[in-house]
Structures are given as C-alpha cells and as structure tokens.
C-alpha cells in the first residue's frame, strides 16, 4: 500500500512540475520547483535502493533537505508578495525574524543523543509546526494586506498548512504511544501517505489550472510599474 | 502527545484554511487597480466634500426652521425635526459604504502621510467624546499609519453610528413631548458632530488619496527591481 502510495505521490509531483512548467508558473515560487524536483528524486531514490537509502538516517537527512526547502518556499512566498509594498515588507519581516527565532529555540531544545527513530518522531514534530507558523504568518499577512499574490502561490500555501498539520498530528500520535515501528508506523505510514497525495494532487491542479497566474487576473498596472 | 505543538499547528490549518482559502486575490487585484486612478488627483477630496457642504446646508436650514418654528408652531415644529433626522439618517449608508471601503483600501496603502487621531475635544455628545476618547488612546497603541488610518475609518463608522442614535433617541423623545428643552439640545449637538465627523471623512480621504500619489512619485523615482 505505501509503495503504491509513493508511486501515485511521484506521479502527482511530477504531473505538478509539467504543470509548472506549462503554464509558466515555475516563475512565481522556483524554491517550490526544486522541492518538488527534490522530493521526486530523492524518494524515488529509496524506491529503487530501499536496503540502502529506506532507513533512519536517510529518512532524517532527506526530512531535513526537504524541511529546509519549505522554510525557503513560505520565505520566497513572502519575498515575491511583499516586495512591492514596502510597509508591509518591514512588518513582515520582523515577525519572520521573530518566529524563525522563536522554532529555532523550540528545534534546539530538543534531545540529540537518542537513537535515530526517537529522534525523528521528536525533531520531526518541531521542525514541522516551526514550517506552519511561518506559512501561517505568511498567508495570514497576504490576507491582511490584501495583497494580489499569484494563485500558485496562494495555493502552494493552502496545500502545505493542511499536509503539515496532519503529518504533526499523527507524529505525535506515534510520539505518545512511544512506537516507530510495527502496526502503528505502518498505519500513519498510509495516512500521512495519503493526506500528501491529496496536497500533491491539489498541487498539480492548480499547476494546470488556466489563468491562474497572478489570481486569475492580469498583473495589475500599479504594480507593473515596481516589479 | 506535544499539545503546545499540536494545538498552535492545528489551529493555523483551521486559520489558513479558512482566509487563505476564501481570499479572493482577483478581487484584491481590482482593488488595487481602482486605487491607482483615485491616486492621480484630489478631486475625490474635493467632490466629497462639496457632497457633504451641500447636505450640511440641507439639514441646516430645516434644523434652524424647526427651531424657529417651536414658538409659532410646535406641530410644524416636531415635523420638521423628524424630516431633518430623516434626511441626515438618508446621508448615513452613503457614508458608512465610504468608510468601509477607505478601511479596505487603508490597509493595502504604505499610508506615508501621516495620519492624526479622531480626537474627542469638539465633540459635543458624550458617546462621540468618549468615542475619540478610546480612539485616541488606541491610535497611540498603533505602530503603523496604515493600520491608523484603517483604525480612523472604524471610529467615524462607530462615530455615525452613534450619532445616528442619538438623532433617533432625541426625535423620539420630541414626538411624544414637544417642549422638551433636553431633546432638542441633544438633536442640536447630534447635528453639530455630524458635520465634524463629515469634516474628519474628508479629511481621512485626504490622507489615503495623499500617500497613493506619493506612493506612485517615490515609486515612479526608483529604479524597475529585478529578482
């Protein structure tokens, strides 16, 4: 069931990037193009080698790889959104500086010398909810500025924060019942297969959505003018 | 189970879900174009605020006949207290839809004017001076102008309102006992923050027309950006 899973998720991402590429909206968020490049391959890559790369400390190296790329998209999500309201741009980034602080502070209080499986359903937890209160901020700061970010955007977000949520939530159900391996991984192996499939499917809808750059609607004059 | 991770995490998805997921970024695109054009000129200052001289002089002049006619006619009287409130009640959705957008359009503005506080020292009823009052104090609270002047249309929208009240309360009272001196002071002073909160509508239309053109001469000034 989880390689099935994993074929239909690389399937979905690499629909996703031809979308991407298709309608051009690879310009709008390239972080998230090499993420989806990332995710593809190196998965793909335990696919094919699983006595070699399908174990703990592959899975933690590639979590992290991947976690880094989506600090960078909620980051360039905000670069690209904020650049042309420059009272904006200050406020947001100020409360990036402060929550990048803050999950940074939450990430290094957690414990280094247990062994690997411990460390990935403690580490993974932290690292995740840090990546969703920057997304949130992010997508809560567009609203509030009412700021006319590209659909792609918008819909990387939405796909993201939900993913996330579930991926915590049932890490911190293998965290309470103290187990990383047997029936149980097996269980949120499936469900947090699926929940990423439906972001990735999500994904690659709005990829090959028409007109949805920029929100549906042309780039607006006032802003042609800055960008 | 990391409930301080957990619950931040989850109430995020319910959040970005819920904004990000009805944020409607064409419309914000709209929004934004029709700040532009009302950015090139005052004249929407200046239209406004001939619209609220016109109306003021309406009011007025049947406020002062009713007046005037206490003495002769208390029946003429009473009537043409209750046609001045019907008029001014006629003027108020026009202004409150005014201030409503001028809140949207304050918060996507760099607001680079600065914007002073409503201010309750000419206010003559208790509930307005208390208004200003609150909103003076809060205005101080606030770090951005942009956020100020989102925060002035809400207080001349509560301000409206009260006033709106206060009209009713006094009319009311003079429908069932004419020669009530108490009411007519109160419908007096009703009328006389009308015309200051009109004067501070203006006014704040002033400032958000002011940063949109000096929004565009400092962006007209700065060189086109390139990622």
């Known amino acids: 069931m989880t390689v099935e899973l994993g074929y239909a998720v690389r399937i979905a991402l690499l629909t996703t990037l ?14 998230f193009v090499v993420y989806i490049v990332a995710v593809a391959s190196l998965e793909q890559l335990q696919a094919l080698w699983p006595e070699r790369y399908f174990t703990y400390s592959y899975y933690l190296l590639f979590q992290a790889f991947f976690d880094v790329l989506k600090f960078a998209v909620a980051l360039e999500v905000a670069f690209r959104g904020f650049r042309s309201f420059p009272g904006a741009q200050a406020r947001v980034r100020a409360i990036l500086v402060l929550i990048l602080g803050v999950t940074t502070w939450v990430a290094l209080r957690g414990p280094f010398d247990v062994p690997l499986k411990a460390l990935a359903l403690d580490w993974q937890p932290r690292t995740q909810t840090a990546a969703i209160w920057v997304m949130t901020t992010v997508a809560l700061l567009i609203v509030w500025y009412r700021l006319p970010v590209p659909a792609i955007q918008r819909a990387i977000l939405l796909g993201f924060v939900p993913y996330l949520t579930v991926f915590t939530t049932l890490f911190s159900i293998l965290r309470m019942l103290d187990v990383a391996d047997g029936l149980p991984l097996a269980v949120v192996n499936v469900a947090n297969g699926s929940a990423y499939l439906l972001a990735c499917l999500w994904w690659a809808y709005s990829a090959w959505r028409p007109h949805a750059r920029a929100g549906g609607f042309a780039a607006p004059p006032l802003l042609e003018a800055s960008a | 189970v990391n409930w301080w991770l957990l619950l931040p995490a989850l109430a995020s998805c319910v959040l970005v879900v819920a904004l990000l997921g009805r944020y409607n970024a064409a419309q914000a695109a709209r929004d934004w174009d029709a700040l532009a054009p009302a950015a090139r000129a005052e004249a929407p200052v ?11 002089s309406v009011y007025t002049h049947l406020f002062l006949s009713a007046s005037r006619e206490r003495r002769v006619d208390p029946r003429r009287a009473v009537e043409l207290l209750e046609i001045t409130r019907e008029f001014v009640e006629g003027a108020a959705p026009d202004r409150l839809e005014r201030l409503k957008v001028m809140a949207r359009f304050a918060r996507m503005a760099s607001a680079l004017v600065p914007v002073p506080p409503v201010l309750p020292t000419g206010f003559k009823l208790r509930s307005l001076w208390s208004i200003g009052a609150i909103a003076t104090v809060v205005h101080h609270l606030l770090v951005s102008a942009s956020e100020r002047l989102w925060w002035r249309c809400v207080v001349l929208s509560f301000g409206v309102r009260a006033v709106l009240g206060a009209l009713r309360r006094s009319d009311d009272s003079v429908q069932r006992t004419p020669e009530m001196e108490r009411a007519w002071t109160v419908f007096e002073h009703a009328l006389s923050d009308w015309d200051l909160l009109d004067a501070e509508q203006v006014a704040t239309l002033a400032v958000l027309v002011r940063s949109s053109l000096l929004a565009e001469r400092t962006r007209a000034l700065t060189p086109p950006q390139t990622l």
Request: proline letters at 0%; glycine letters at 12%.
């Open chain 1, 18 to 31: 031809l979308g991407l590429v298709y309608r051009g909206h690879y310009r709008d968020c390239w972080s």
């Open chain 2, 46 to 56: 200046e239209a406004l605020a001939r619209q609220f001289e016109g109306d003021r």
